[in-house]
């Protein structure tokens, strides 16, 4: 699948605010945002007021940019959302947060969502013991995801878990960090997704 390769401070600063696209290397000071708050290219000074139809179309770059879609495949997920009852938006967010790369990311298995989908790709994830390498897979309430058994001794898991060991696991899910293990307790609502995101503004967006 096609997938954007290109220095990823660069969309942090054509949004105008941090994605954590590096996970928690974003908080240091050295972060690109710090340096060059402004958008990328010859005109990134120069400050426009944004149209409506432009707002909606920056909050959409924006939960693309953060779960690491393109449009194909993120048009697809609010399809799914907006034919499931209930909020489209809430819908739409509870099927990104349910990836199983983003799943392996709020556990802390991965420093970035980028890092979790290539954690996952390389076949060191299990789903109730069974090795899972589809980020985008759908997890479902009940599930376990693990770090397989031959891969929890792997340096990589060790220098990862020494960078995420603070961070705060989503309560929808619960975690067994000597055990590099996780389960999926709950479908998660809008008020546990920590996102400084407008959902309504991309529903608007998609609904002209």
């Not at 060191?124 to 599930?143: A, C, F």
């Not at 603070?166 to 619960?174: H, K, M």
Request: glycine fraction near 8%; aromatic fraction near 6%; include cysteine.
């Amino acid at each position: 699948m096609a997938r954007y390769i290109g220095p990823v401070c660069r969309l942090c600063r054509r949004e105008g605010e941090k994605l954590f696209l590096k996970g928690e290397r974003c908080a240091k000071q050295s972060c690109a945002m710090n340096k060059r708050p402004v958008a990328p290219g010859q005109h990134g000074t120069s400050r426009k007021k944004l149209s409506e139809y432009g707002m909606q179309l920056r909050e959409k770059q924006k939960a693309k940019r953060i779960y690491g879609m393109l449009e194909s495949q993120f048009r697809k997920y609010f399809k799914i959302a907006d034919k499931t009852p209930g909020v489209t938006g809430e819908n739409l967010i509870r099927l990104l947060e349910m990836r199983l790369d983003n799943v392996v990311y709020r556990l802390g298995y991965g420093r970035s969502r980028t890092e979790a989908r290539q954690v996952t790709r390389h076949n060191l994830i299990t789903v109730n013991g069974k090795r899972v390498n589809i980020p985008s897979y759908q997890v479902k309430v009940g599930d376990v995801i693990q770090v397989a058994e031959k891969s929890k001794n792997l340096t990589r898991f060790k220098d990862i878990l020494d960078v995420t060991a603070g961070r705060n696991v989503p309560e929808w899910l619960t975690s067994d960090p000597d055990n590099l293990r996780g389960t999926v307790v709950a479908k998660p609502n809008r008020e546990q997704v920590a996102l400084e995101l407008k959902e309504t503004l991309i529903v608007e967006l998609y609904s002209k």
